[in-house]
């Protein structure tokens, strides 16, 4: 196990159990976004960076969703939440064609040179007239908040986030 994924074992399973036991705005907006643009259900969900699967849940009411993440702990605790959904741990994006791609709050944890590729790994899995959903919790990056997204932002893409930046900034951030 290397270094990141070690970090990312822990972190995802200790916010992903922190999001389940207490309300949190950021999710509820995200929800009421994807609420607003997605008309419909019987489709196929993708949720990348799902964690313990909070917003994987809120998903589930438009069709089949497949939840992946780093953690393989987080997997474990979301495949016990979220009944309703399947999850795979590990790096591998699962394959096949989706509706619907959701990366909330998860491209900033990927290394800026990273990007180009792992957005293209999601825009081969997305089926013509597919939505792909991307948030960022930088307030410079609020552009990104939304659908429709084939390629991040210009100010999504300025940090490149290591799991010790990110910790540095985390501590900061939450205290």
């Not at 509706?99 to 999601?122: C, K, S, W, Y």
């Not at 990056?141 to 932002?153: C, D, E, I, L, N």
Request: net charge positive.
């Amino acid at each position: 196990m290397d270094e990141a994924q070690e970090y990312y074992e822990h972190f995802s399973l200790v916010v992903g159990q922190r999001d389940w036991l207490r309300p949190n705005l950021r999710h509820a907006r995200l929800r009421r976004l994807v609420d607003e643009e997605i008309d419909g259900s019987g489709l196929r969900v993708l949720d990348v960076g799902c964690g313990a699967g909070v917003m994987t849940s809120h998903m589930t009411r438009y069709g089949e969703v497949v939840g992946t993440d780093f953690s393989s702990s987080a997997i474990e605790l979301a495949r016990k939440l979220v009944p309703g959904a399947s999850f795979n741990a590990g790096r591998e994006l699962p394959g096949g064609e989706f509706d619907v791609i959701t990366i909330f709050d998860v491209l900033e944890h990927i290394p800026q040179f990273e990007r180009p590729a792992f957005i293209g790994g999601l825009a081969r899995r997305l089926a013509p007239q597919g939505r792909l959903f991307v948030s960022t919790p930088y307030p410079r990056s609020r552009a990104t908040v939304g659908s429709r997204a084939t390629t991040p932002s210009r100010s999504s893409t300025r940090r490149s986030s290591s799991p010790t930046s990110w910790r540095k900034r985390r501590r900061r951030a939450c205290g």
